[in-house]
């Protein structure tokens, strides 16, 4: 049996056997009742235990009781549309009954269950969204499939970075590494076949062109599939999006001061403060709460040149001048300086190269060739603004605003692979196959930026049509995008490749930019300028308790003012309507959804291309459309939550070159691809202190009409077909050493082809790489070590390039809580 084929049995058995693992029973109860400051009960509240599916609805009187609870210490928070969130820490005894009441005050969130949070509970599962369907939904009322990675995991796993969470997440891969680079430099990932980065905070645009520190983040979106109806297609994928939730203000003092440090000279200090009105009423949400989350983090190279060094500051401030009024106002600012990461490129044709496979490349996995000096300065400065107003109690505005720009100046050191059949001089005899140089080159930006806006308002409504639950967004949007981006550089030389005591350092920032004083640089100018105007509506209609119907429409204009990118482009308009669909049945309440959906995107495009008749055309947007269905579960009293999901992913009216006598470089819009699959996510709390978070894919993706070379073939930007990831942990839940615990996991991902044609195929190989974690969790401090690529893997990953990856890391971490 095929290694991926047996990987991926292993890791349909491991799910399979954790949904049959038998749980320990609940004995404690919470009881309480819920009012408002008058004394009046609120009446038909959610209440809820996060990490179960337990909970119950206050009655007439506003009471509620929940039972079957382990013992432990939980947090306890009261949550309803319309009120503002009230917490508090309850520890539970064995057989004890403890009672909590609750007053809510009116605010604009929309919220809407209890959620109790402790030990003994499914502590990494997350149950409900509001920016999935921009309104508040809970995952098995979602049609749509999308994993949801919390700060619980991340520290856990001691991971620092946005770039690094991604590995939590089902069927997603990291391609190539953030470069820095304004516009185009943050971290390429792929999902269901089709490239993604991340691009979108708290569901608008917040653009971050570096390594995205997670200081800030309280957990992670991945949104799956044609994504453009809710968020447009300029930030989105055909695979998806990736939004970042990030942490706000809350309504007591607290924090946490964290020190890190470990190989490759790592070393990093982070804090998270919250600061309140100590003189305001303990029993009221403050009027006024400010939080400031912040890290300064540096790391050498795995390989003997390179580093980073990256600053991020997120403030952040909520002010509640009324009971009906909320408004919040938050930044994201980071800066940094970096030696770019070593991406090796194809200047020769893979059948001249001799080599086929990354492991087989003469390379010295550890070393770089380059010198020192070739360094870039980036950043990105992004400020938000929100207005909530609860119209009524049934229906709230949210006015949403953004304003970005991220911005690089100096060195990107590229890499390309020659054949030595290139290199022959003319008129030589053309050797066999085989590379023995490598060609160094450089891509600097000068002073670039990109700078985006956006404007999003959001109506809201939770009512009902007869006797049937209507909940609806209607959204306006405006978005503009505005390049002023220069790259230059050129090949600065071309070296041996295995020379005893060869000298790569002279490929430094001295001699680089001596270079460019002999010769100008070739330059190559971005500064198109784009407005898009959209309007969408989104209706969850329930027709029973147990089905749902789903319909969403989106107008979008997009306005595209002209200018360069790379040559001259014209301005040019075009109109768009992105449906999508989708129906949700539970056939057991709260515990089995059995969903489908239909969802749409598109790719807006400039250019012309030659028709059937031979005539030239304007080209027309190309398209996206996506089918899928599953079941989603919430079984085993909560412990137990599940996706399993089948799409299928058609694109049509692709360009294509096809050149023919009169015109060499014509193209053709009549390509389509074709992507579809499996994906599978399981999240499970089998046993008190023991957690698991596992997920599968399978992809095949492939180019049904396409350019000759590639015709039939998978696209060398599809990443391997094959992908799982798995954490498994355990903490003491009791005991003199409550609060100790250990996890153990990593991914498995399997060949990627990377470049793949007719003519030769290059494959980055199959690779495991595990990771492990212990920690000693307190009330007033955490002292936690991690091990990154445990057993020293040697791997690579690839947008179309070939990039090796960090080997084993070890990494301490000392954290101070009040």
Do not use: C
Not at 22 to 30: F, K, L, R, S, Y
Not at 152 to 158: A, D, F, G, V
Not at 628 to 649: F, Q
Not at 765 to 774: G, R
């Amino acid at each position: 049996m095929p290694q991926s084929r047996q990987l991926a049995l292993t890791i349909f058995t491991l799910l399979l056997s954790l949904l049959t693992l038998t749980v320990q029973g609940q004995n404690a109860t919470i009881q309480g009742r819920v009012t408002t400051p008058a004394g009046q009960p609120v009446v038909g509240a959610g209440v809820g235990v996060k990490g179960t599916a337990l909970g119950a609805n206050t009655d007439a009187e506003g009471n509620f009781q929940i039972a079957n609870l382990a013992a432990g210490q939980y947090s306890l928070s009261v949550r309803l549309v319309g009120f503002d969130t009230q917490e508090r820490r309850v520890k539970l005894a064995a057989g004890e009954t403890s009672t909590q009441n609750f007053v809510l005050t009116e605010s604009t969130e929309q919220l809407s269950e209890v959620v109790v949070e402790g030990q003994g509970t499914n502590k990494f599962v997350r149950r409900e969204s509001e920016y999935v369907g921009k309104m508040p939904l809970k995952n098995l009322e979602n049609p749509q499939v999308y994993s949801s990675i919390g700060k619980e995991l991340l520290s856990e796993q001691l991971v620092f970075s946005v770039d690094d969470a991604v590995r939590n997440a089902p069927g997603l891969q990291r391609m190539w590494d953030a470069t820095g680079r304004a516009g185009d430099g943050g971290g390429f990932y792929n999902s269901r076949g089709y490239i993604l980065q991340s691009r979108l905070r708290n569901g608008i645009v917040g653009s971050v062109t570096s390594d995205i520190d997670a200081v800030n983040l309280e957990r992670l979106e991945v949104i799956k599939g044609p994504s453009a109806t809710l968020f447009g297609s300029a930030l989105t994928s055909y695979g998806g999006l990736m939004n970042r939730v990030t942490k706000k203000p809350y309504d007591t003092f607290g924090g946490e001061i964290n020190v890190a440090g470990g190989s490759y000279g790592f070393h990093r200090l982070s804090a998270d403060v919250n600061l309140v009105d100590p003189n305001a009423p303990a029993d009221r949400p403050k009027t006024l709460a400010f939080r400031l989350s912040t890290a300064y983090q540096y790391e050498d190279s795995f390989q003997d040149k390179g580093f980073s060094r990256n600053v991020a500051v997120a403030p952040s401030l909520t002010f509640r001048p009324t009971e009906r009024l909320t408004i919040n106002l938050d930044a994201e600012l980071m800066q940094g300086q970096n030696m770019g990461k070593q991406l090796f490129f194809f200047y020769s044709p893979v059948a001249e190269l001799g080599v086929s496979r990354a492991e087989d490349l003469p390379f010295d996995y550890r070393k770089s060739y380059a010198g020192n000096g070739l360094v870039q300065s980036s950043r990105s400065a992004n400020v938000f603004g929100q207005v909530n107003y609860r119209l009524s109690s049934a229906f709230t505005s949210s006015t949403n605003l953004s304003a970005g720009q991220s911005f690089s100046d100096g060195f990107g050191p590229y890499f390309y692979l020659i054949s030595d059949a290139a290199l022959a001089k003319k008129g030589t005899p053309v050797p066999a196959p085989g590379m023995h140089s490598l060609i160094r080159a450089d891509q600097s930006t000068r002073n670039s930026t990109l700078n985006t806006y956006e404007v999003q308002q959001l109506f809201n409504g939770d009512f009902l049509l007869g006797n049937l639950r209507n909940r609806v967004v209607l959204g306006l949007d405006f978005l503009r995008l505005d390049n002023n981006i220069k790259f230059f550089g050129g090949i600065v030389d071309t070296v041996p490749l295995n020379q005893p005591n060869y000298d790569y350092s002279a490929f430094n920032g001295a001699n680089v930019e001596a270079f460019y004083a002999r010769q100008a640089p070739a330059a190559y100018i971005n500064n198109v300028k784009s407005n898009t105007y959209s309007a969408f509506l989104s209706d969850v209609l329930n027709l029973t308790e147990h089905l749902s119907v789903l319909a969403a429409l989106r107008l979008d204009h997009y306005d595209n003012k002209g200018g360069i990118l790379y040559g001259p482009v014209d301005a040019y308009g075009q109109t768009n309507l992105s449906p999508k669909l989708g129906v949700v049945f539970q056939p057991v309440l709260n515990r089995v959804s059995l969903f489908a959906n239909y969802q749409n995107s598109f790719n807006n495009q400039n250019g012309p291309y030659i028709d059937v008749n031979n005539q030239q055309q304007r080209a027309k947007p190309e398209r996206a459309n996506q089918v899928e269905g599953g079941v989603k579960l919430d079984a085993a009293d909560g412990k137990i939550s599940a996706t399993v999901s089948y799409y299928d992913i058609r694109v049509k009216d692709l360009l294509r070159t096809t050149p023919t006598l009169t015109v060499p470089g014509a193209q053709t819009q009549d390509g389509t691809q074709v992507s579809k699959g499996v994906e599978v996510s399981l999240i499970a709390n089998p046993f008190v202190g023991f957690n698991a978070v596992a997920g599968f894919s399978y992809n095949d993706s492939k180019l049904e009409k396409a350019a000759e070379a590639v015709n039939g073939l998978r696209p060398n930007t599809a990443s391997s077909p094959y992908l799982a990831n798995l954490w498994l942990s355990y903490r003491l839940p009791e005991g003199l050493l409550q609060g100790l615990g250990f996890g153990i996991g990593g991914n498995y991902a399997s060949e990627n082809k990377v470049q793949n044609t007719t003519a030769g195929t290059f494959t980055l190989p199959s690779y495991t790489v595990l990771n492990a974690s212990a920690f000693y969790d307190q009330p007033r401090y955490r002292i936690s070590a991690k091990v990154d690529n445990l057993t020293d893997q040697k791997y690579w990953v690839g947008y179309t390039t070939v990039s090796p990856q960090k080997l084993r890391s070890i990494v301490g971490s000392v954290a101070y809580k009040f």
